[in-house]
């Protein structure tokens, strides 16, 4: 290259220098080679280090050295000294000359199949493949990004290979689990924060608040990288919310927006999940909810459209219209008292940090900290859904991976993103339900210590394998662009993740409870395996089974040993669209006037 460059001897050297000088800052020892080597020593065998390579044997023989790996009395020999070949054999017959042993008595182990295994195999000598340190399909996305992102996703390859290889996972539905984590949830999180915390820095903010529960994993990554990054004087701090805890708060009257909000149409729509968004029971207002006809027994059920309408008239009047408003005060005087005390009024610029949502959580709580003195905080957001543009904000919004309301980013890669971001951030306690106040000090008031449910699900191990995944990146930026964008990258890992999915992959993550409403009364996995009556009712009924509406990809990977019943399913659920279609175009050409009136009734169409 310096000859076709026509660069000097000198140029030449030192951008060699600088290679190895990157060579030994970035080698890693493959996790479990120590252990292959040691069985080996114990077992009082000669071990040599042979390798096609062109740099020395000398540079090789230091760095295996300082890897712990090379002893005294070890050897070590490369192509470009010997001027010999392990992909055609003779490097293998060279080092069996220069040690003294016969072919037959080598042991070799190596990842090259063609080089290490079939040419040593051929020489005579037994070989033993070693495949775990190969790239896996979500590292070898990351390694084809590397040109565009400056080498940003390829050391986020290397982060998540040497996870993978040292974290340990005994079953195969964990170690599926670690593999994800490592290759899809790490990478996409680890370009969010480094977004994150550039913006930050840009904006010259003195304090970033990362709000609960997505915000505990975000702030431990943010944390492990602002070590490794040079400059970043910002405070990273953990903030305790929730959407009931904080829209709650900023509620001053019971008018057609508040009404939208307690009655949204989420999870579980029940008389109880409804009135526990403004901290209330049912029976809290057991006068007011009998005289309007919702019996004891109906206030866990699911309402009707019309019993909806009428909750909502008994909550604008009367006690219960008060005591809501007087719920709302007290929330408010404690969320001020906390975010004064959490430092979120001192002088200074600020931020806010979530994931996915419409922004009305994180402009709630603006809302009544500016109101309290505070300055106006930027807020960041990982998805910006449509629907939440507020006529009056009070936050500066900015969304790192789309923005739903601009159609600006990766809109719609998946169906619903939050059944990877929110879960793959979900906390290790419980939903924040408000707040109290404990000696002098204001506190979270937690539906649960922990977060059983995500715990059992398998929590630890991601969290461990993101910390792993942190820790082993490679950030410095003479090497590597901290400012590349790694989006193009996240986007294709997490398609080829939700759409093909492998059965451990998908019973790993379609374990992880989802929360299909505000106030966590309404807990479900994400997808389960079916079984064979599930499969026998979604053929009779021609629709999906409910195990599959979340994530049907998930479900029927995960439910793989039914064989072909997935096939069955997937045909069955493609004609029930269709019927469906025809239905509405029946119906649509139906409603044409025609000269004869006509009526079709609906079992006949179906």
């Known amino acids: 290259m310096s000859d076709s460059l026509k660069m000097s001897e000198r140029d030449a050297e030192a951008l060699a220098e600088s290679e190895r000088a990157l060579e030994t800052e970035l080698i890693r020892a493959t996790p479990g080679m120590h252990t292959h080597i040691n069985h080996a020593r114990t077992r009082g065998n000669r ?13 090789l023989k230091a760095r295996l050295a300082d890897l712990g790996l090379f002893q005294k009395g070890d050897s070590c020999y490369v192509s470009c000294e010997t001027e010999k070949s392990k992909r055609y054999g003779d490097s293998f017959r060279d080092m069996a000359e220069r040690e003294a042993v016969s072919l037959g008595m080598i042991s070799h182990i190596g990842d090259n199949y063609g080089a290490d295994i079939l040419a040593a195999r051929k020489a005579g000598i037994r070989a033993e493949y070693f495949e775990h340190a190969h790239l896996n399909r979500y590292e070898q996305i990351l390694e084809t990004y590397s040109v565009a992102t400056d080498g940003l996703t390829s050391v986020m390859a290397g982060a998540s290979r040497m996870t993978r ?23 996409v999180l680890a370009g969010y924060v480094l977004w994150i915390l550039r913006r930050a820095k840009h904006l010259g903010l003195r304090r970033l608040y990362f709000v609960s529960r997505d915000g505990q ?4 990554i943010a944390q492990r990288m602002s070590k490794k990054i040079a400059g970043l004087d910002i405070e990273l701090r953990y903030f305790y919310g929730s959407r009931q805890a904080l829209r709650i ?39 007011s909810l009998l005289e309007a006809g919702f019996s004891e027994r109906d206030w866990s059920t699911p309402l009707s ?5 009428a909750l909502g008239d008994v909550l604008v009047h009367g006690t219960p219209a008060e005591m809501i408003l007087q719920r709302a005060s007290d929330a408010r005087d404690l969320l001020i008292r906390y975010a004064q005390q959490e430092g979120m009024l001192d002088v200074g610029e600020w931020g806010l940090v979530d994931t996915c949502g419409r922004g009305q959580m994180l402009n709630s709580l603006s809302q009544v900290v500016v109101k309290a003195g505070a300055v106006t905080p930027a807020a960041f957001y990982f998805q910006l859904m449509q629907g939440g543009e507020q006529a009056e904000s009070y936050c500066q919004r900015e969304a790192y991976f789309c923005d739903e309301s601009r159609q600006s980013g990766y809109i719609k890669v998946i ?3 939050t059944h990877i971001i929110e879960l793959a951030c979900s906390g290790d306690h419980g939903l924040v339900q408000g707040y109290s106040e404990t000696e002098g000090q204001i506190v979270p008031a937690l539906k649960a210590e922990q977060n059983t449910a995500a715990i059992e699900a398998g929590q630890p191990l991601l969290r461990q394998a993101c910390a792993t995944f942190v820790d082993s990146l490679f950030l410095d930026p003479k090497a590597v662009d901290l400012g590349a964008d ?10 080829k993740f939700w759409y093909t999915p492998g059965r451990w992959e998908a019973r790993a993550w379609g374990a992880m409870p989802v929360e299909t409403d505000h106030a966590g009364l309404s807990v479900r996995p994400l997808a389960s395996p079916l079984t064979a009556r599930d499969v026998c009712l979604a053929i009779f009924r021609l629709r999906r089974p409910s195990k599959a509406r979340l994530w049907p990809q998930g479900c029927f990977a995960a439910s793989s040993s039914l064989g072909c019943y997935g096939l069955i399913l997937r045909i069955g659920g493609r004609l029930d669209r269709n019927l469906k279609a025809i239905f509405r175009r029946w119906s649509s050409l139906s409603k044409i006037p025609t000269t004869k009136p006509h009526s079709v009734s609906v079992n006949q169409l179906k």
């Open 217 to 220: 994993i975000l702030i431990d």
């Open 47 to 59: 071990i040599v280090f042979l390798s096609d390579m062109y740099l020395s044997s000398d540079f």
């Open 415 to 417: 169906p619903d993103l």
């Open 249 to 287: 708060a900023e509620l001053r009257t019971i008018d057609d927006a508040a009404l939208t909000w307690i009655l949204r149409r989420t999870g579980e729509r029940s008389v109880r999940s409804y009135l526990a968004r403004v901290n209330l029971t049912p029976e809290d207002i057991r006068a």
């Open 165 to 187: 290889l040292s974290v340990d996972a005994p079953s195969p539905v964990q170690a599926a689990l670690r593999d994800v984590s490592a290759g899809v949830i790490a990478p």
């Open 305 to 309: 459209e019309k019993s909806r309408k």
């Open 486 to 495: 790694t989006r193009a990258a996240s986007a294709e890992l997490i398609k």
